[in-house]
């Protein structure tokens, strides 16, 4: 999100440069443009907003001190299939990707935090694949590690679906928020002192 806006500011200070060097015609063309842009992404905030109040999670990033932590725990096997439920913009598969030889998959709802996982992953060329797609709908029974940041409600659906799909074997991380009947195998706290729970505590479980 901040990329995006520092990116429009970007092309608002271009656009003013136009007027200032004397392309007005040009600087009006480029500014309904923007326009055009900033009112297609104020329609598609206020639809994420709304799945939000449907029960969906908010594009909240996982904390990097979070990811490590989970990088320097768990031992994720070469060639392994890794998917992010929700995966924002993809921070916790590329911190992945930059250490180990692993299939990243993603699923995130939101265009905004999509669109911007896909910026990323071709700027840095890597092989991340990351779908527009309710992952709800996405059969995950050959995944060996699976990674989410999601709310009370949509925890108790997956929790329903991983039990009756997963492989004897996978593992489940979560970033704040556990399973309503499924206990964890080990749970990781960040730091003891913190008030906030977001990005502060680690579930993981074992099918």
């Known amino acids: 999100m901040i990329t995006f806006i520092i990116f429009f500011l970007?092309?608002?200070f271009f656009d003013l440069f136009l007027v200032y060097i004397g392309q007005v015609t040009l600087?009006?063309?480029m500014g309904v443009l923007l326009?055009?842009?900033?009112?297609?992404?104020l329609l598609l905030v206020i639809r994420e907003c709304f799945r939000v109040l449907k029960g969906?999670?908010?594009y909240v990033p996982s904390g990097k001190k979070l990811i490590n932590k989970i990088l320097a725990e768990i031992d994720f096997?070469?060639?392994s299939r890794v998917y992010e439920l929700g995966c924002g913009d993809a921070r916790f598969l590329r911190a992945l990707v930059g250490k180990k030889n692993i299939q990243a998959i993603g699923y995130e709802y939101f265009i905004i935090p999509f669109m911007v996982a896909r910026l990323y992953n071709f700027l840095q060329g890597?092989?991340?694949?990351?779908?527009?797609k309710d992952f709800f709908k996405v059969n995950l029974a050959d995944a060996d590690f699976i990674f989410c940041f999601l709310l009370t409600k949509e925890m108790e659906n997956l929790e329903e679906k991983l039990k009756k799909e997963l492989k004897s074997g996978a593992m489940v991380i979560s970033n704040t928020f556990q399973f309503k009947d499924w206990?964890?195998?080990?749970?990781i706290i960040l730091d003891t002192n913190k008030k906030s729970g977001l990005n502060n505590k680690i579930y993981i479980y074992r099918k």
């Open 10 to 12: 970007s092309l608002i």
């Open 27 to 29: 600087a009006f063309i």
């Open 35 to 41: 326009l055009v842009i900033l009112g297609i992404v």
């Open 56 to 58: 969906n999670a908010p």
């Open 77 to 79: 096997k070469e060639n």
């Open 126 to 132: 890597n092989k991340i694949k990351v779908y527009y």
């Open 183 to 187: 206990p964890p195998a080990k749970t």
